[in-house]
């Protein structure tokens, strides 16, 4: 039995991580029976969520797990599609991945109000007495990710224009299709669907849910993609 170890639902998504809303949604393609568990960063090989844990082989990072699933188990994420339009969804998932991801990051820990619908709720747990020392430190090392990855030195237009930039390019790409790449769901869903339901997720405030919502073909996408993996809803299964 595999064990995929994320952060827990939340904000109206799978997970607060995209990773982990990927990786569960490639579990379920690959329909192998799977369990959800609450992770422990510090136990977590890579020190990030996800990993998963196959009867004592834990391995990290969402696209390391799809390889392993691909590897060891034969699952197919490849839809049938052709290695240009393979390829295609490749830049797509590497685009959420590494691009649209940090402006998530950025409006979820960097705009106060969003930060206290949000992340707070991960630290309501620790001591009131370390609470804002903690809080704190792990805000400054969000703000030198960012500043490292260099969205953190634009400001928040320029970085707002950039992620909508992303989001409508996913709309056009996707265009009339019913999956990124054509008829058949393939694993650039998992991932191109888990980012959109991030950045759609109403309880941030902020350019993106709008981004998304003024895309009907985007937003009949992610109801798709909700309809066929998560059929009973989001409640913890
Ligand atoms: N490349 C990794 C990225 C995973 C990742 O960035 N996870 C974040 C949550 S979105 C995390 O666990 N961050 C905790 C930390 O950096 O301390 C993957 O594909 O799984």
Known sequence: MITLYGFGRA????????????????????????????GNLRKSPKGKLPYIDDNGMVVSDSNFIRAYLEEKYGI????????????????FERMCEDHLYWAIVEVRWLVEENFKAGPAQF??????????????????????NLHVQGFGRHDRADIERLAIADIDAIAD??????????ARPSG??????????SAQSPVFTGPY??????HPN???????MLATYYPDGLART
């Open 11 to 38: 904000f109206g998504n799978a997970d607060p991580s995209a990773f982990v809303g990927k990786t569960e949604v490639l579990l379920k393609m690959s329909g192998l029976p799977f369990t959800l568990k609450r």
């Open 76 to 91: 197919d994420f490849n839809g049938g599609y052709s290695p240009a339009e393979r390829a295609a969804g490749l830049a």
């Open 123 to 144: 630290f309501k747990t620790l001591p009131a007495l370390v609470r804002p020392f903690i809080v704190r430190m792990i805000l400054r090392n969000v703000k030198k």
């Open 173 to 182: 790409f996707l265009g009339d299709k019913p999956y990124l790449l054509g």
């Open 188 to 197: 650039a869903d998992a991932t191109v669907f888990s980012f959109l339901h």
């Open 209 to 214: 849910p709008a981004a998304v919502n003024r």
């Open 218 to 224: 985007l937003v009949a996408y992610i109801d798709r």
